[in-house]
């Protein structure tokens, strides 16, 4: 009689255990395969515990309380530095195949993607002798091969082409000896798969508020163009870290400028179903929608897909400063602040944008307000009972800068993107957001760096300028929203990168981003900055400074290390290049 493990670390995971493959911490439910896909309820809970990590790599915790990977990236610094933490080997660059699994925590690049597909395998080898109605079983089938293709996606950008194990459920006597599919058969793969499943699932209307965060035609249709668009770039495309016969392996063989037309044609087919829009508000404030976004559980008509949460305050104690109770784990960069626009839509750099140094927080992008706290900015506060100033200057009471490991902040700024301005970490008030894993604004970003790519760039302005419109920016007397006219295809890549920057900060995006790009060595070595600010009398004085933490980005970290116990388990599996 076979028993259902829940899979915490595991070697390859794909198989249970034995003869070179290891599993650790076995957590056995006590049930088993006829006690669970015998019953309705468990055979539902069993699906269930495979949405539970669909959020595993937005977790902002991710690595044992300790950050995920936007500490790893030019937009945040860690606010904690032992050298058994596993972000820490993430921003210096010593992450190897041998400490992939010991610094700290269990690193989920390779585990939790590889251990959730064969969850949903198990499900489809049984779901057929459960007393559940046909209609029920279809879908539960179709989200479960969506979540496969959902956990595949991760393994994708993170190590190219991956083994690929189709329906197959292995146990414990199975001898493993997998090799990697190629990069382009991985690929097609999920695609064909999310194919095959939004031909099956219901549109998002087709559920209620209690089944919020489900997957869906739509969620399908999304997660096929986040695919293609990865697969696009030049890390996949045309500037492969490897040579010879492992670059197949780990990207497409030449480039080939029709894979920019794929993901563009895929993320205008979201566009077009109807099923999404922009949550715009520019009357209760400028910019407000976008705040308000991701705080909205249900209806939301921006979320594509939403990990559940439940009611929570989480991400108030991970960003808050610490009079508001806050762990301040992840701070956001001086280059960070930067790239939000001024509110005529121009960049902070531009001359006649009418940004001043000396006065750095005034007309900026509504969204840099709502992402950011900076030297003055309101947030609630426990002590007063309203919102009240967080003050970041230098040796300011309790959140001012230190230009030490631990804080209080280390770059003169605080985060809260994500977070409910009148909520803090140590008041007893609870939201009920979600985590938004896919949104439509993503859609949008993506067919204008698609289609900039496939050469018609003219028809990324109306996309970014909907974004740039939701956001609160001024439309200007071009109707552009501060956007250049007539951008070449080098000027619209730049511009583009850095609205996905500013939209999509603290979305799990960045690191995936700067490396899909191959821009990681240029922005991602050397020192974040910081904004140093002294206060003399009522005058506030603006220096960027370095923060304390060297960034060292090495160009075998454009991909993951493959852990070494699989590479010497397995023969027919080869080591990504560098490692």
Not at 369 to 376: L, P
Not at 385 to 408: E, Q
Not at 427 to 442: D, I
Not at 527 to 555: Q, S
């Amino acid at each position: 009689m076979k028993k259902i493990f829940i899979l915490f670390i595991c070697a390859l995971a794909i198989a249970s255990c034995k003869k070179g493959a290891s599993l650790d911490n076995q957590a056995n439910t006590g049930d088993t395969e006829e006690t669970i896909f015998t019953d309705s309820a468990k055979t539902v809970g069993f699906l269930n515990n495979i949405y539970s990590a669909v959020g595993y790599s937005f977790e902002k915790g991710r690595f044992s309380s300790h950050g995920n990977t936007e500490q790893a990236t030019d937009d945040a610094e860690y606010s904690y530095s032992g050298t058994g933490q596993f972000a820490v080997i993430m921003y210096n660059g010593t992450i190897s195949p041998n400490n992939f699994f010991s610094q700290g925590a269990v690193p989920d690049f390779w585990s939790t993607p590889y251990s959730n597909v064969r969850k949903v395998n198990q499900l489809i080898a049984k779901i057929g002798g459960a007393p559940l109605s046909a209609a029920l079983k279809t879908r539960m089938l179709g989200e479960a091969r969506y979540l496969r293709a959902w956990y595949y996606h991760f393994l994708l950008v993170n190590f190219g082409g991956v083994p690929l194990i189709g329906d197959q459920v292995f146990g414990i006597n199975d001898i493993i000896n997998i090799p990697r599919s190629s990069f382009e058969e991985s690929v097609n793969y999920v695609v064909s798969e999310l194919d095959a499943v939004a031909a099956i699932l219901p549109a998002p209307s087709g559920y209620a508020e209690e089944n919020y965060g489900r997957a869906t035609r739509g969620a399908c249709l999304a997660l096929k163009a986040r695919v293609l668009l990865y697969a696009a770039s030049p890390l996949f495309n045309g500037q492969s870290v490897a040579t010879g016969e492992l670059a197949k392996v780990v990207s497409y063989p030449a480039y080939d400028v029709s894979h920019w037309q794929k993901a563009a044609d895929a993320a205008e087919a979201v566009i077009n179903s109807g099923y999404y829009s922009l949550m715009e508000d520019n009357t209760t404030a400028a910019g407000y929608g976008f705040y308000n976004t991701f705080l909205k559980r249900f209806p939301n008509t921006e979320s594509i897909f939403m990990a559940n949460r439940g009611t929570n305050r989480d991400l108030e104690w991970y960003y808050n400063p610490p009079s508001r109770g806050g762990a301040k784990n992840s701070q956001p960069t001086e280059q960070l602040a930067r790239a939000f626009p001024m509110k005529n839509g121009k960049s902070t750099y531009d001359a006649s944008s009418g940004f001043d140094p000396a006065n750095p927080y005034v007309n900026r992008d509504p969204r840099f307000y709502y992402s950011i706290i900076h030297n003055g900015a309101l947030y609630y506060s426990t002590s007063t009972g309203n919102l009240a100033p967080v003050n970041t200057y230098l040796n300011a009471p309790t959140d001012g800068y230190l230009l030490v490991g631990t804080g209080p902040t280390t770059t003169g700024y605080y985060g809260r993107k994500l977070c409910d301005v009148n909520i803090s970490s140590n008041s007893s008030f609870v939201t009920e957001r979600g985590l938004p894993l896919m949104r439509y604004a993503e859609m949008l970003l993506n067919y204008a760096e698609a289609i900039n790519e496939a050469g018609q760039t003219s028809l990324a302005y109306p996309k970014l300028a909907a974004i740039r419109r939701r956001a609160g920016i001024d439309e200007g007397a071009d109707g552009l929203y501060g956007m250049k006219a007539g951008m070449t295809t080098e000027e619209m890549r730049t511009f583009i990168q850095n609205e996905r920057r500013v939209e999509l900060m603290n979305e799990d995006h960045r690191w995936n981003d700067i490396r899909r790009w191959k821009i990681a060595e240029a922005v991602n070595n050397g020192y974040n900055k910081a904004m140093k600010i002294t206060k003399t009398g009522d005058i506030f004085t603006y220096e960027v400074v370095n923060t304390i933490r060297m960034h060292v980005f090495r160009p075998k970290q454009y991909l993951m290390p493959i852990p070494q116990v699989e590479i010497l388990k397995m023969t027919a599996m080869v080591q990504n290049p560098g490692y």
